[in-house]
């Protein structure tokens, strides 16, 4: 069964701190892995799919990378602002189908 | 271009009771699918919708039910209703064109926060 790990649960951070939040998975056949935002009281958003190891991709201060087992987010210098839940989903080769399996999600608090 | 819509966006029921939730997606979209996310579980699978069909269902009760109108618009029920599914109903749109192997990245709407009491 597919299954997705995300650590640390909790993560806090000064303004300018960079660092990097995991996800683990277990999945035959990655279909694509999802990295979402979500903020308290409101849906996820979107940020990243990566669908290959060795990929990668950027935005702002997010950096997503992609290993065979593993994919980190790594947070470059920072802000209040990008205190949220990060939230990583794959999808498996299911023919067809849409199903998301989620990771706990990593709570990211940066302080000023 | 207007994301995706729920409503109601709260609702309170009392146990035994039903309840229908609405789902608008992104123009366009013909893909909707349904999470039910709470504090213990994290967010969960209950089953997609494209061209009016359920593709695939989750591991919930029948309790749990779906449908997909023509114009792609989704609406979610849940009978009997118990004070275990209070929590956040998530929809998701796609630009899934066809029944293939492709992955389409997910949008989600705000939610309806259910409260069973």
């Known amino acids: 069964e597919d299954q997705v790990t995300q650590s640390p649960e909790a993560l806090r951070l000064q303004e300018g701190e960079s660092s990097s939040l995991n996800c683990s998975y277990t999945v035959s056949g990655l279909r694509g892995l999802f990295w979402y935002r979500q903020d308290p009281g409101k849906g996820p958003e979107f940020l990243f799919t990566?669908?290959?190891a060795g990929e990668e991709k950027e935005k702002e201060r997010l950096k997503a990378t992609l290993t065979k087992k593993e994919s980190f987010l790594h947070i470059t210098a920072p802000k209040p602002e990008d205190s949220a839940t990060y939230l990583c989903a794959v999808r498996g080769p299911n023919t067809g189908f849409q199903k998301l399996v989620f990771g706990t999600g990593t709570r990211l608090l940066v302080s000023p | 271009k207007a994301g995706v819509t729920q409503t109601p966006r709260y609702l309170i029921k009392t146990r035994g009771q039903q309840v229908t939730l609405s789902c608008s997606p992104i123009s366009g979209h013909r893909s909707v699918s349904w999470y039910q996310q709470t504090p213990g579980q994290g967010l969960q699978f209950l089953f997609e919708y494209f061209s009016e069909t359920q593709r695939n269902k989750g591991n919930f009760p029948g309790r749990f039910s779906g449908r997909q109108f023509s114009n792609s618009r989704s609406e979610m029920n849940v009978s009997t209703l118990e004070l275990g599914d209070s929590a956040l109903y998530l929809c998701?749109?796609?630009?899934?064109?066809?029944?293939?192997?492709?992955?389409?990245?997910?949008?989600f709407g705000p939610g309806t926060r259910l409260t069973v009491t």
């Open positions: 990566l669908y290959s």
């Open positions: 998701a749109s796609s630009l899934r064109t066809d029944t293939s192997l492709a992955s389409y990245e997910q949008y």
